[in-house]
């Protein structure tokens, strides 16, 4: 089960803003078909909002066929947004975090490797032009 | 369109031409309103708008001197039987002080004919109120818990709260605010609740009522009012006609440049004007600064 959270001074939305936790918690692997999602009554109790509110977002979740609701009993993860490549992060972030640590010694702040993926980035995925993420 | 716990658009509260007059001031006039059901309405405006008047004529405890009003298509003056669908709390919260919270759920299973008593105390547990204190030694914010489980007993179908949090600390707000909520979403009960303050509304309610100076300002869904404002930012604005705008809530201008609070019927396409959305806040603040903005500068003897 997952907590929902509100970011106060954000210009997001409620109802998005539970939309979107919903959606990181499936990309990260937080939340996997089967699981159930926080009944409307306890998010609207724990955080003191409409419950109109947190329905909204559940039901956006429904049209997008990420979740589905079973009358009586509540609202149930049917698909996930973890791609195929999350098995295979793991590594990934060790040769990350290893070139890191070469960027620190060569002198670079967190701010100019920030810039330097940002560009090479743009640069790289331009090349590449028509491959297209896995939704 | 927002998804409701209603049955589509019944009115629970509708008012028509609806108004109430002390002596010769009226308190509320020409009120012409509906609130549909499953919604959590805000009621709000300032101190002596009329919140207080509208919230009385509703349960029925005042009579209308124009227009009618009806609560669930019955007219509520002098209508017993239909107070049995209405739950009120009133201002502050008033209790029998002498009386522990086990003693009111009692006596309000004798006053009502509908009651759940259980549920009360299963609330009131919870919320960690003692059972036989009196009332009155409690504090604020747990004597508004008690006023709302014994309303919530009462299994309402219209909930009517007036100023249920202005008292309160912001910790015992937002507990109050939870409770009710939680137990909203259970019972789906339709809600009207009045206020001052806004900022604990916004995230709580879904339908907006906003009075001024005893009459209507606005009325609608939040999304929908939220939705078709706009302020728009440009060269100095002489009056005319702009593509898309319905009408000017508010202006104000320097000599070149004028800002706009406008409520639109289309696009605004005028490359002059730049847009920004609106929260709800800044609609509620224009229309209630609306027509009460005439400042007196000559009554101060201070040039404007």
């Given at each position: 089960?997952?907590?929902?959270?509100?970011?106060?001074?954000?210009?997001?939305?409620?109802?998005?803003?539970?939309?979107?936790?919903?959606?990181?918690?499936?990309?990260?692997?937080?939340?996997?078909?089967?699981?159930?999602?926080?009944?409307?009554?306890?998010?609207?109790?724990?955080?003191?909002?409409?419950?109109?509110?947190?329905?909204?977002?559940?039901?956006?979740?429904?049209?997008?066929?990420?979740?589905?609701?079973?009358?009586?009993?509540?609202?149930?993860?049917?698909?996930?947004?973890?791609?195929?490549?999350?098995?295979?992060?793991?590594?990934?972030?060790?040769?990350?975090?290893?070139?890191?640590?070469?960027?620190?010694?060569?002198?670079?702040?967190?701010?100019?490797?920030?810039?330097?993926?940002?560009?090479?980035?743009?640069?790289?995925?331009?090349?590449?032009?028509?491959?297209?993420?896995?939704? | 369109?927002?998804?409701?716990?209603?049955?589509?658009?019944?009115?629970?509260?509708?008012?028509?031409?609806?108004?109430?007059?002390?002596?010769?001031?009226?308190?509320?006039?020409?009120?012409?309103?509906?609130?549909?059901?499953?919604?959590?309405?805000?009621?709000?405006?300032?101190?002596?708008?009329?919140?207080?008047?509208?919230?009385?004529?509703?349960?029925?405890?005042?009579?209308?001197?124009?227009?009618?009003?009806?609560?669930?298509?019955?007219?509520?003056?002098?209508?017993?039987?239909?107070?049995?669908?209405?739950?009120?709390?009133?201002?502050?919260?008033?209790?029998?002080?002498?009386?522990?919270?086990?003693?009111?759920?009692?006596?309000?299973?004798?006053?009502?004919?509908?009651?759940?008593?259980?549920?009360?105390?299963?609330?009131?547990?919870?919320?960690?109120?003692?059972?036989?204190?009196?009332?009155?030694?409690?504090?604020?914010?747990?004597?508004?818990?008690?006023?709302?489980?014994?309303?919530?007993?009462?299994?309402?179908?219209?909930?009517?709260?007036?100023?249920?949090?202005?008292s309160l600390d912001p910790l015992a707000?937002?507990?109050?605010?939870?409770?009710?909520?939680?137990?909203?979403?259970?019972?789906?009960?339709?809600?009207?609740?009045?206020?001052?303050?806004?900022?604990?509304?916004?995230?709580?309610?879904?339908?907006?009522?906003?009075?001024?100076?005893?009459?209507v300002q606005l009325t609608g869904a939040?999304?929908?009012?939220v939705a078709e404002h706009r302020q728009?930012?440009?060269?100095?604005?002489?009056?005319?006609?702009?593509?898309?705008?319905?009408?000017?809530?508010?202006?104000?201008?320097?000599?070149?440049?004028?800002?706009?609070?406008?409520?639109?019927?289309?696009?605004?396409?005028?490359?002059?004007?730049?847009?920004?959305?609106?929260?709800?806040?800044?609609?509620?603040?224009?229309?209630?600064?609306?027509?009460?903005?005439?400042?007196?500068?000559?009554?101060?003897?201070?040039?404007?």
């Amino acid at each position: 089960m997952i907590e929902f959270v509100l970011d106060s001074r954000s210009k997001v939305n409620t109802y998005m803003q539970l939309v979107q936790q919903v959606k990181q918690a499936l990309r990260v692997g937080l939340l996997t078909p089967g699981d159930q999602l926080p009944k409307v009554r306890d998010v609207a109790q724990s955080l003191a909002i409409n419950p109109n509110t947190v329905l909204k977002a559940y039901r956006e979740l429904e049209i997008e066929g990420l979740v589905g609701g079973r009358p009586g009993v509540g609202t149930f993860v049917q698909r996930t947004l973890a791609g195929a490549s999350l098995p295979n992060q793991a590594e990934l972030r060790d040769d990350l975090v290893a070139w890191l640590h070469r960027a620190q010694t060569a002198g670079l702040t967190a701010e100019d490797v920030i810039a330097l993926v940002e560009t090479t980035l743009r640069a790289t995925l331009t090349d590449d032009a028509p491959q297209k993420e896995p939704a | 369109m927002s998804p409701t716990r209603g049955r589509g658009m019944d009115m629970v509260l509708e008012t028509d031409r609806l108004g109430k007059r002390y002596g010769s001031t009226w308190a509320l006039r020409e009120c012409s309103l509906h609130l549909p059901a499953g919604r959590i309405a805000a009621l709000v405006g300032p101190n002596g708008a009329g919140k207080s008047t509208l919230l009385h004529l509703a349960v029925g405890l005042l009579k209308p001197d124009a227009g009618t009003v009806r609560v669930f298509g019955r007219s509520p003056y002098d209508d017993t039987e239909g107070l049995a669908d209405i739950g009120f709390v009133a201002q502050d919260t008033p209790l029998y002080r002498d009386f522990t919270a086990a003693e009111l759920v009692i006596a309000g299973g004798k006053l009502n004919r509908r009651w759940d008593a259980a549920l009360a105390r299963q609330r009131l547990a919870q919320l960690g109120i003692p059972p036989d204190k009196p009332v009155g030694k409690l504090s604020g914010g747990q004597r508004a818990q008690v006023a709302l489980a014994l309303a919530l007993a009462k299994q309402p179908r219209l909930l009517l709260l007036d100023e249920p949090v202005a008292s309160l600390d912001p910790l015992a707000r937002r507990e109050f605010l939870q409770s009710l909520m939680g137990s909203v979403a259970e019972s789906g009960t339709t809600v009207l609740l009045s206020s001052h303050l806004l900022a604990d509304l916004e995230r709580v309610c879904d339908y907006l009522i906003v009075l001024s100076a005893a009459q209507v300002q606005l009325t609608g869904a939040v999304d929908d009012l939220v939705a078709e404002h706009r302020q728009l930012v440009g060269p100095r604005h002489d009056g005319g006609a702009i593509g898309g705008v319905a009408a000017v809530v508010r202006a104000s201008h320097t000599d070149r440049q004028s800002t706009l609070l406008v409520r639109t019927d289309g696009p605004i396409t005028d490359p002059a004007w730049t847009i920004r959305e609106v929260s709800l806040e800044d609609v509620v603040l224009a229309y209630l600064a609306d027509g009460t903005t005439q400042t007196s500068h000559s009554e101060w003897g201070v040039p404007a």
